[in-house]
């Protein structure tokens, strides 16, 4: 019995000794965690706006008292100090990808084409409120905010803060100064060119007319294609003997008096026969629409009155590319032994018809800003007749023969809406003989190259 309790005794003396060893080490090592103090960090960085940031620099610690079967030991709390970083950043605003520095001397440099959309991101290394869009600009390092009277060839108004938009609308060369209270500044240099249309991959053009702008359409779709021109779709609104008078008529009184002709497959077909002016405008995205007075009057300068203006206005603002260009097409004197009325107007003479249209598109077209170009059927016409064939290029006097004499305004049309050489046409209406072929090319450049004079034909015999 007494060894027993004596084993108990001893047993007990052991656990209290190993309680207190195993208190005395978690005391020590909750010790060591305590933090005494933490140092401040400053850093301070020479810029132009300053961010702050604080960092915690450990996790606050506290222990509560622990309790053991030892004497109680408590266990102090700690306090833990943050540090404070403060960073200075520089304001910038950038693009990427941009030619130029963004400085009034070396600004960001932006090209682009008449009606396009231009978009670029803006980078700013933090955020900012929306930045003023300025148009003016920029001459000899000063730039000048644009006013009311200057052309305003840019429409900033979709930018934001964080995107350059614009629409390019007038060719010319622009300057577009970016800034807010908390950014510098930067200067964009947007250069705006001329809407040009590739017309090696397509031609899409609209007469507004009369018979002679049948004639002068006739082969052009089968000109264009034997080219090797892609896309092509020609359009020609007509009333038979149309003047200029005639087509504000119908302007004004919303008359659906024009016969409406299409083109898209190398087939002329009645697309309406009860159409609007409005109706052919809107059809389709045109790059040339030619006008035109009747032939009668085409020598006559005081019929290109008001009416001429009220034609020009009606397209411009109906048209649906912006940048379709206005064509005039000049027509042809007719042949010496016509029978029609008008030809009394110029002492039925068929070279004073011929210098009185010239002088008179000379004097009221050519010098029309908005007017791109003259197609001058008309003396390619005269100056065929030099050739071999003679004064034989009508059918009735005044209308072109179905051959050779629309095939002849054709290639005129050609030559000069694309640019684009004749020389190689393999196509020839039946007909035309390849001697007839190289007088009309021969006809047909003197005419583009020397709009208003008659150019004598080599080919004098056939």
């Known amino acids: 019995m007494k060894k027993f309790i004596a084993f108990f005794v001893f047993l007990f003396v052991g ?64 306090t833990v100090a943050t540090t404070t970083v403060t960073t200075y950043l ?14 009034i001397d070396s600004p960001y440099l932006v090209e682009t084409t008449e009606g396009v959309s231009y978009f670029k991101s803006v980078r700013t290394n933090y955020d900012s409120p929306t930045p003023t869009y300025e148009l003016g600009f920029l001459n000899d390092g000063v730039f000048t905010l644009a006013t009311s009277s200057d052309v305003l060839g ?47 991959q397509t031609l899409k053009v609209l007469a507004i007319g009369n018979s002679f702008s049948v004639d002068g359409m006739e082969y052009l779709y089968k000109i264009a294609a034997n080219y090797g021109i892609p896309n092509i779709i020609l359009g020609n609104l007509y009333i038979g003997g149309a003047s200029l008078s005639t087509h504000v008529n119908s302007i004004t009184n ?36 030619t006008i035109q007075q009747v032939s009668s009057d085409s020598g006559m300068p005081a019929t290109y009155n008001s009416d001429l203006e009220t034609l020009i206005d009606y397209v411009v603002q109906n048209k649906t590319n912006p940048f379709a260009s206005l064509a005039w097409h000049m027509t042809w004197a007719y042949q010496q032994d016509t029978t029609h009325g008008g030809f009394l107007n110029y002492s039925s003479d068929q070279l004073t018809m011929y210098q009185a249209i010239t002088a008179t598109v000379q004097e009221k077209i050519v010098s029309r800003d908005d007017i791109s170009f003259v197609i001058p059927s008309g003396t390619a016409i005269q100056n065929l007749r030099t050739s ?75």
């Open 154 to 200: 840019i429409d900033l108004s979709k930018s934001t803060n964080s995107s350059l938009k614009f629409d390019a609308l007038t060719r010319g060369v622009y300057c577009v100064r970016i800034s807010d209270d908390d950014l510098e500044t930067v200067y964009v240099q947007v250069t705006v060119l001329e809407y040009i249309v590739d017309f090696s």
């Open 90 to 103: 520089e304001k910038e605003l950038f693009f990427l990808g941009v030619l130029g520095a963004g400085t």
């Open 388 to 462: 071999f064939m003679g004064d034989n290029l009508t059918r009735d006097g005044y209308h072109l023969s179905m051959d050779i004499g629309r095939f002849t305004a054709g290639l005129t049309w050609f030559k000069q809406i694309t640019g684009l050489s004749i020389e190689n046409i393999s196509y020839k209406p039946s007909g035309v003989t390849e001697a007839d072929f190289l007088a009309i090319v021969e006809a047909v450049n003197n005419a583009v190259e020397y709009q208003f004079v008659v150019t004598n034909s080599t080919h004098t015999t056939g």
């Open 254 to 289: 919303n008359l659906n008096n024009y016969v409406y002709m299409k083109n898209t497959n190398d087939t002329w077909t009645y697309h309406d026969s009860t159409a609007t002016l409005l109706d052919g405008l809107i059809d389709e995205d045109w790059d040339v629409i």
């Open 15 to 78: 656990i209290a000794f190993l309680s207190c060893d195993k208190a005395t080490t978690t005391t020590s090592r909750i010790t060591s965690n305590i933090i005494q103090t933490t140092e401040q960090i400053i850093t301070t960085q020479e810029t132009t706006e300053q961010i702050t940031t604080t960092q915690a620099v450990t996790t606050a610690t506290t222990s509560n008292p622990v309790t053991t079967m030892a004497p109680i030991t408590t266990v102090p709390t700690t």
